[in-house]
């Protein structure tokens, strides 16, 4: 093979373990320049993607995928292990509508041993693809890559304790260590793992003398286990610590450069011979070879579009719901002391940095926590402080037993700013924000509000921050508010909008609202009359809605959440209690929802303007109508 290659030359990923380390380097850096090229184009994640790139060739010169399985944390590092796995051709498609995920998703290939988008689960899925090996009888590896901001998320400290407990498994953990997750790690981890750190020129010195030691003739190896004892006093004594991990069970080997192939390759190799638990702490850079990125790795974690040469992203709307939540709750708490926010490493991404800017003392950063983050808010509750947690609504998922538990059976009041609610596009199912909305109405004495713009959603706020005794919460969904209506129609209950004579009612909410105001107009132009209802506060509904609307002989609710459980589905059961003769029928999500743009998605759920005015015409010629 000639000294020089291309990814394209290769038959990957078994033609990598073929190259000189010399060759892999190379191949590292056009690796590095498709990463930027495609999700400059595309957007994604990058940062994290960047400083995961050696590790990754590594991984895959070592290991025999798919029959060895790797299992990445999140799996928004995922990218480099896509070009490896016979994805080159189709990288550009990268989170595209009918394009590859930017998440590992078995379907896809072969080589996705689990889907992935949450964080911190990657321990528990390798410890039990290890044993499902061990009982039938396979001699393969199952490898776990987690970030430190991951391990901040207690699955994992839960995952460890239970594995390390098993001396008999290929289990390798491998910690990809950038000081990172979203936002800077937070905590006591974060401090550890830099103490950890600070025994690199240790682990250095070390493999030195034993590679020394190994060379010379007869004695060398009789030496070197009779410094054993030695060694590991240096270790306990003058380093004074022992790892944790250690202590969970696992051998441990590191810190190690995880942008030098042969150190990689070394400590791999070390950790294959042991068969039994073992824990690789790697240290990397996080947007590694893009000085934009290495130079602000949060903000190029996850970033839209942007101009290569600059690093600047495309022009985007100056506000978002994210940053006027954020803004807003600034504002409140200039006038009010017993306000405090909460973020689960997600300080950007939820708008909150300003906050943590005017309030520092009021903010708290628990880190890929979101379970402690509930019963953390709950504690500040029961001692009069009102807690707001601010969360994307994928993520809010993770804590349904405390926000029961720890929140609303003991009438605790705890304010949600449920972000990224509804559709959130090319991120896909795992981060589709549909479920917040069965989750949260199953849970008694919850209120629920879901404005439909930013005027409205800072009224949203104080009323669940003073008028709301209990559980409350504002859902907001991702990016900018949409708004050809009047700012004069703003509520925070519900609010019809009504044309003379009509038969026909749209209920909505949200920013599904815009659509259906644009919808009324399409449906008065080809002559059919139409009212809506806008709900505001979504949940409880109105004790008299049932009576309000079953007047109407079509309605139709355009929802953009999950149809199980959701708001639709409970007006329809007072409808039906009722005895409700109309012709009722609901407009929502039906199972997951896979990746493209927020408008791609909402027409394909029957949620634009233009689909909810087919849909009203289609029900009306059907019940003879039109």
Known sequence: MNDKVTLEELQLPQDLKKLTIAQCTALCKEIRNILISTVSKNGGHLASNLGSVELTMALHRNFNSPEDKIVWDVGHQAYTHKILTGRL????????????????????????????????TSVSVACGIAEAMKLQGRDNYAVAVIGDGAMTGGMFYEAMNNCGRDHKNNLIVILNDNNMSISKSVGSLSKYLTTLRTTEKYVNTKRAVERGLGKIPIVGNSVARGIKNVKDSVKSNILEQSTMFEDMGFIYLGPVNGHSLSELEEVLHVAKSYHQPVFIHVKTVKGKGYAPAEQNPGEYHGISKFDIATGNPEIAPADSYSTVFGKELVRLADKDDKICAITAAMKYGTGLQFFHFKYPNRFFDVGIAEQHAVTFAGGLASMGMIPVFAVYSTFIQRAYDQLVHDVAIGKLHVVLGVDRAGIV??????????????????????????????SEMKMCMKRALYDEKGLAAVRYPRGSEKVDFSSFHLTTEHLYIREDGSETLIITYGRLYNEAYNAQKKLRDSGLKCDILKLTRIYPLDDDLGSEI?????????????????????????????????????????????????????????????????????????????
């Not at 549909?434 to 849970?443: A, E, H, K, N």
């Not at 743009?597 to 005015?613: D, F, H, N, Q, W």
């Open 89 to 120: 051709d189709r990288f550009s498609t990268l989170r595209q509508e009918d394009g590859i995920s930017g998440f590992p998703k078995p379907e896809e290939s072969e080589h996705d041993t689990f889907i992935s988008g949450h964080s911190s």
């Open 425 to 454: 596009g090319e991120d896909g199912e795992t981060h589709q924000g549909l479920l917040d909305v069965p989750m949260l109405t199953s849970i008694p004495n919850t209120v629920i509000y879901s404005p439909s713009c930013y």
């Open 550 to 626: 079953s007047k109407y002989k079509c309605i139709v609710f355009f929802e953009e959440s999950m149809g199980e459980g959701s708001i639709s589905e409970k007006v329809g059961e007072i409808l039906a209690e009722l005895g409700y003769s109309g012709d009722y029928s609901r407009v929502t999500a039906e199972g997951f929802v896979k990746q493209a743009s927020v408008m791609s998605c909402l027409e394909k759920l029957g949620l634009t303007s233009e689909k909810m005015a087919e849909y009203i015409i289609s029900r009306s010629k059907e019940n003879g109508k039109a």
